[in-house]
């Protein structure tokens, strides 16, 4: 079974920059899956932030991606999310989860989920 | 960016009723929708994807139509569990999602 457990800063200063990393158990990060990171500010939707493979390829949303960075570390699979110049719209849980690329083709939607990192931008 | 547009944003249901949750997509992205329930500190919850087929370990009482445009979750008879914010996400070009429908008790 495979399970998401989210960490990291939980208030960040404006224009400061927002860390958080997934560690993954029960799947290998080395194997060919696309690990995922959405965001949930409060009282409002779901908003998809980018993926990453474990070979490094990513794939980020075109409005966050001057401020995106994501990485891997197969040593201790887990994946990490760098957000830079972050402002109060960026107060939001993180939710890191997956699309499983286990079959002859990679799925489309997202499971499982963490359950979430909550972020506040604050000074 | 493809916009989901969900419909109403609550819905007052009593338990043993039926709820219909509407979503809709600002261009057409054939099947390539999934549902989400979300219940209050949780995380989302895979229900469905592809529209109409149901995730592992989801109750036959949820079912999920549409295409193109137009896409509906039914819960037949909502049980206690049920009552909670259910998202559709799109898939046909990158990923989107609505703003959610919360089922609330009536």
């Known amino acids: 079974q495979v399970q998401l457990q989210e960490s990291g800063s939980g208030l960040v200063k404006p224009s400061g920059t927002l860390s958080l990393t997934c560690a993954v158990s029960?799947?290998?990060?080395?194997?060919?899956?696309?690990w995922t990171w959405v965001r949930q500010p409060p009282g409002k939707g779901l908003e998809w932030i980018g993926e990453?493979?474990?070979?490094?390829?990513?794939n980020y949303k075109s409005s966050l991606k001057s401020r995106v960075t994501m990485s891997v570390d197969k040593t201790n699979n887990q994946f990490s999310l760098s957000l830079s110049f972050v402002t109060a719209a960026d107060t939001a849980v993180y939710y890191c989860?997956?699309?499983?690329?286990?079959?002859?083709?990679?799925?489309?939607?997202?499971?499982?989920w963490g359950q979430g990192s909550l972020v506040i931008v604050s000074s | 960016e493809i916009v989901m547009t969900q419909s109403p944003a609550t819905l007052s249901v009593s338990p043993g009723e039926r709820a219909t949750l509407s979503c809709r997509a600002s261009?057409?992205?054939?099947?390539?929708l999934a549902w989400y329930q979300q219940k209050p500190g949780q995380a989302p919850r895979l229900l469905m994807y592809?529209?109409?087929t149901r995730a592992t370990g989801v109750p036959a009482r949820f079912s999920g139509s549409g295409s193109g445009t137009e896409f509906t979750l039914t819960i037949s008879s909502l049980q206690s569990e049920d009552f909670a914010v259910y998202y559709c996400?799109?898939?046909?070009?990158?990923?989107?999602f609505g703003q959610g429908t919360k089922v609330e008790i009536k």
């Open positions: 990453i493979k474990g070979s490094g390829s990513t």
């Open positions: 592809d529209a109409s």
């Open positions: 989860t997956r699309r499983d690329c286990s079959g002859r083709s990679c799925l489309n939607w997202f499971d499982p």
């Open positions: 261009q057409s992205i054939n099947s390539n």
């Open positions: 996400q799109q898939y046909n070009y990158w990923y989107t």
């Open positions: 029960g799947d290998s990060l080395s194997n060919n899956d696309w």
